[in-house]
Nanobody, 121 residues
Framework: QVQLVESGGGLVQAGGSLRLSCAASGSIFSINSMGWYRQAPGKQRELVAGLTSGGSTNYADSVKGRFTISRDNAKIAVSLQMNSLKPEDTAVYYC???????????????WGQGTQVTVSS
């Protein structure tokens, strides 16, 4: 089994900062990419930031310059530093990983349970 465990959500005022963390555990052979998605009430889940095993990053236009995704090389983990938060950033944030559980299996996508981020105006 593979688990993605998120932490760091909460309530913050507009202009403030939060840092989300996601740690992967279980039977993992290799990680192809990890990232963060979010889903606001009544909206579709959207990509916020992604990080490939080669170190390439991509961000939603709405968060460029404010959010930074990074990885912890000591463990299978990824963080999302969120600065200058806006009320429209309010959503449930989900960690995502595309990984291989062995050298002989195709890659699969796993999701964390989600963590709530609420930005008050």
């Amino acid at each position: 089994q593979v688990q993605l465990v998120e932490s760091g959500g909460g309530l913050v005022q507009a202009g403030g900062s939060l840092r989300l963390s996601c740690a992967a555990s279980g039977s993992i052979f290799s990680i192809n990419s990890m990232g963060w998605y979010r889903q606001a009430p009544g909206k579709q889940r959207e990509l916020v930031a992604g990080l490939t095993s080669g170190g390439s990053t991509n961000y939603a236009d709405s968060v460029k310059g404010r959010f930074t995704i990074s990885r912890d090389n000591a463990k299978i983990a990824v963080s999302l530093q969120m600065n200058s938060l806006k009320p429209e950033d309010t959503a449930v944030y989900y960690c995502n990983a595309d990984l291989n559980r062995s050298a002989h299996t195709v890659s699969m996508t796993y999701w964390g349970q989600g963590t709530q981020v609420t930005v008050s105006s």
